[in-house]
């Protein structure tokens, strides 16, 4: 269905099965929010659920909680809560840590899996993109450098480039699944194959697909996955992040962030450390309980849906950005960096301008809120779970005003946070 008018937006909204979803969140009335792709909007259930851990769980019943309000075990129910949005079964997945902290153990272990196998501890090589999350390079470089061994990345330039760089010197593949700039949707399954065809292990990165896209880690025969919370699973600012270990690897899953949480008998109090056998050998240490548990509410709201009604409507919601902006922007130089194809399309979508970062000051300052990343990219993010047919018109409205009556400062000061 094409949507030629504000009015056929509107009608759309109605009939949207999502449209419910909407109220559950709070959205300031006037406000565009198309960030949602790096900071998810608030569950008004999340301010409940705070006054509940604040005032109850941590005030009145204070030690006893961890055992009382099930403080222990939130990383793994989190997990098992999330597990069927990624297509994980259950105990495979731990709330817990940061994306890049997560990221440090999947590597170490992936290699120490593949360094303790004489069929395959030859391999030194890393490949990622260079497009990738620059946090993602940077753990895997700090742990080449720390671990010594002569391991080495090596950075593609495409998606394209992978099938002819993947080689039997490659011990990993370490790819973000959807792609932070570009929205650039990876074949989960067929490159994983790639890898595996060669001997390699494949690590994926899903900060830009939990809760946005349909991931099934499983059916691909993936090694490992590390994902994000405070992005489109709504989690709130900063909440910690996910992990993912396939039953299959879990016995031989040994990183070296050995802290207590990861012992098979934390309150054993022993000298030694001896992992646990399950999904919880990838914690480390206490958790921040309040962030942690604001994180369930964001995720009650995927048990009213599923992700194929999320993944249907984001094509929508961003065939009608894409289309509306080239046809009302024409005339102003922004060029797509997204790919039109659905097959390799997430659930943002980036347009290149060479005052990319004005012109997002410019939206945000009309309350249409999108971001700004290098280089003169200006992205915006769509989520299903409340960005409406009628925010999207109006948003390309409000760019095109801005574009052609030149209505951004060109010498704007930089904010720290883009
Ligand atoms: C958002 C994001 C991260 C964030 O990492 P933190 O450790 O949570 O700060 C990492 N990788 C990718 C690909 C991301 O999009």
Redesign the pocket.
């Known amino acids: 269905m094409r949507l030629t008018s504000r009015n056929a937006c509107q009608t759309a909204d109605q009939l949207d099965s999502l449209h419910d979803l909407r109220k559950e969140f709070r959205l300031a009335d006037g406000m565009i929010y198309l960030d949602g792709n790096?900071l998810g909007a608030q569950p008004h259930a999340a301010m409940r659920k705070a006054q509940h851990v604040i005032e109850n769980e941590w005030g009145n019943d204070l030690i006893k909680s961890w055992n009382t309000a099930g403080w222990f075990d939130l990383p793994s129910r989190l997990g098992n809560q999330l597990a069927p949005l990624i297509g994980a079964d259950p105990n495979e997945v731990v709330v817990t840590d940061?994306?890049?902290?997560n990221?440090f153990k999947a590597i170490a272990a992936a290699l120490d899996i593949q360094a303790r196998d004489p069929a395959t501890a030859h391999k030194k090589t890393i490949i990622t993109e260079s497009s990738?999350?620059p946090?993602?390079i940077y753990m895997a470089e700090g742990i080449t450098r720390w671990l010594d061994r002569g391991y080495h990345i090596q950075l593609i330039e495409s998606p394209e480039d992978l099938a002819t760089s993947i080689n039997d010197d490659t011990a990993l593949v370490m790819l973000?699944h959807v792609n932070?700039r570009s929205g650039y949707l990876h074949d989960m399954q067929y490159v994983t194959a790639q890898a595996h065809q060669h001997g390699a292990m494949c690590i994926w990165?899903l900060?830009?697909s939990a809760g946005a896209v349909p991931v099934e880690l499983n059916k691909a025969n993936a090694d490992f996955a590390v994902g994000?919370c405070?992005?489109y699973l709504n989690g709130g600012p900063?909440a910690p992040?996910f992990i993912w270990v396939p039953h299959r690897h879990q016995a031989q899953f040994a990183h070296p962030l050995t802290g207590w949480w990861g012992h098979a008998a934390p309150f054993a109090m022993q000298t030694h450390f001896e992992a646990t056998p399950g999904i919880r050998r990838a914690l480390c240490g206490t958790q921040p309980i309040v962030s942690l548990a604001m994180i369930e509410s964001g995720l009650d709201l995927f048990a009213r849906t599923n992700m194929q009604t999320i993944r249907d409507k984001s094509l929508a919601l961003t065939d009608l950005f894409i289309q509306r902006v080239e046809h009302v922007c024409a005339s102003h130089q922004l060029e797509l960096v997204t790919p039109r194809s659905h097959q390799h399309r997430g659930s943002h979508v980036s347009f290149k301008h060479e005052h990319a970062y004005a012109i997002i000051q410019a939206l945000i300052a009309r309350q249409v809120i999108g971001d700004y990343r290098e280089p003169g990219i200006m992205r915006f993010g769509f989520t299903p779970l409340y960005t409406s047919f009628t925010d999207v018109w109006d948003a390309v409205e409000h760019l095109s005003d801005i574009l052609d009556k030149q209505l951004y400062d060109k010498n704007i000061q930089r904010n720290v946070v883009t």
Request: negative net charge; proline residues 0%.
């Open positions: 790096s940061t994306t890049s902290i990221l990738n999350f946090t993602d973000t932070y990165d900060a830009h994000c405070y992005k900063g992040a």
